[in-house]
């Protein structure tokens, strides 16, 4: 948002803002007819919220509807510290931050970089409420067979869509990139998405980091080296020049010349004890791969309490349950290894050797197939009740995901906001 915005609203008018949000979002997007978004559909809103906000108080209220009521107020706090939004990305519905929201995933492994944006612009459409990308550098398995530019696949979805939240899930900012390189194709993506991008970040994989010729650390300096990137990285959100020596990095005079209004909030991957901690105490948001309450708990324990909490959830539908089981059997048997192990493998191969036992029942037991969607909602809900406040499913394959956005559309979004008391 610009700063017009910034400097009219004020705590006393807050609560104007979060009704318009919570009450109007569905007419605005009822008004939008073809060819109209809710951003333009703001204008005619009737004409005493449009007197209270002024004209371009109604633009920035509608993106405040496409992204949530504003998180702060204070004029002088410090961008990377308060975001102007919350953490996550209303729903077609406007509804609360207490629901669980459902995001789609856009898995840059298993589809070229057309197709991938091609695949958001009809999540949106479909009325997914946020969206995750990967940014890898190799497929897990040969079979995906894709991995395009997470960065650019991300620029050209932030021109295609207008309402969906977009979010690197996860990128690392501690090898293939440097963290001041991360803070500028962050601030940039952030600034052509209009305050729709978060930032996720992790200590990494071996199987994408591996080509810069680095070496691969153990994880109690990866996770040293992840620290050290979110205080360089918020320190040029912030504004100004950043010179640092650390153990790890430098950086010299560097300054992001383009700053959005609000710095795009940073979520980490938490695993363990260890990155739970760094998360709570650094990040404005938590990302877990399992539906484990003991890592949110932890997560609290070390300050994330209040925070939103992102997880992710494969799943493969087909009309034909044995062919989503085939699918995932040959594109996904390496997602039940674990952290530990799938951080560590340095190619395509060695997860093919490592997963070679596995069975494609294997793969059943733990991944939803078919087109039940009463399976879907069910394996939704141990992320729910962990705790978690955002969950991204992750369709597997690439040539599936046209069939699945139609399905999801029709029939797992109405059943999964019904379960858990979405609209």
């Known amino acids: ?49 449009g007197d209270l906000l002024g004209r371009r108080g109604a633009s920035d209220c509608a993106r405040a509807a496409r992204f949530g009521f504003l998180a702060a107020f204070r004029e002088d706090a410090p961008r990377s510290l308060t975001p102007r939004f919350p953490l996550f990305s209303l729903g077609p519905g406007g509804d609360s931050a207490d629901m669980a929201h459902i995001g789609y995933t856009m898995m840059t492994e298993q589809a070229g970089p057309r197709d991938l944006v091609g695949h958001l612009v009809r999540a949106e459409e479909v009325g997914f409420d946020f969206s995750v990308t990967s940014d ?30 977009l979010m690197t899930y996860v990128t690392c900012p501690t090898f293939r990139y440097h963290p001041a390189v991360v803070a ?13 991008f978060r930032l996720g970040l992790g200590s990494g994989e071996n199987l994408n980091e591996h080509v810069v010729g680095g070496g691969w650390p153990s994880v109690d300096v990866r996770h040293e080296m992840l ?19 650390g153990t790890h990095f430098d950086v010299e005079s560097a300054r992001l010349w383009d700053l959005p209004d609000s710095a795009p ?11 739970c901690k760094l998360a709570g105490e650094s990040a404005d948001l938590v990302i877990a791969t399992e539906p484990k309450a003991g890592l949110l708990e932890s997560f609290d324990r070390h300050g994330g309490t209040g925070k939103p909490r992102v997880g992710q959830l494969p799943v493969s539908y087909d009309p034909d349950r044995d062919t989503a089981i085939k699918r995932a ?27 070679q036992f596995v069975t494609p029942d294997d793969v059943a037991e733990s991944i939803p197939c078919g087109d039940d969607p009463d399976a879907f909602v069910s394996a939704v809900r141990p992320y729910v009740e962990a705790g978690f406040t955002e969950i991204a ?31």
């Not at 395009?148 to 021109?159: E, H, I, K, T």
């Not at 500028?184 to 729709?196: D, H, I, N, P």
């Not at 560590?344 to 490592?354: C, G, I, K, M, V």
């Not at 995901?401 to 858990?420: H, N, Y």
């Open 184 to 196: 500028q194709k962050a601030a940039t993506l952030q600034l052509l998405s209009e305050g729709r």
């Open 265 to 275: 909030p940073i979520g980490i991957a938490a695993s363990g004890e260890r990155s």
């Open 227 to 245: 620290q050290e990137a979110v205080e360089i990285i918020r320190g040029l959100f912030a504004g100004g020049h950043v010179n640092h020596r």
């Open 329 to 355: 059997h040959a594109q996904f048997r390496w997602f039940g290894s674990g952290w530990k192990v799938n951080s560590e493998l340095p190619h395509p191969d060695s997860f093919e050797a490592a997963t």
């Open 1 to 49: 948002m610009g700063g017009p915005f910034r400097s009219a609203l004020t705590p006393d008018r807050a609560g104007d803002l979060f009704e318009v949000v919570q009450h109007e979002r569905n007419r605005v997007r009822r008004s939008a007819g073809p060819g109209r978004t809710p951003r333009r559909a703001a204008r005619a809103w009737h004409p005493d919220r």
């Open 393 to 423: 499913l992750v369709q597997i394959g690439g040539e599936s995901q046209p069939a699945f956005l139609d399905w999801s559309e029709k029939t797992l979004l109405p059943a999964l906001r019904e379960e858990f008391g979405r609209d």
């Open 136 to 165: 890898h550098y190799f497929p897990w398995l040969r079979a995906q067979g894709h991995a395009p530019y997470a960065w650019s696949v991300l620029g050209a979805a932030a021109q295609a869509t207008s309402r969906i939240g």
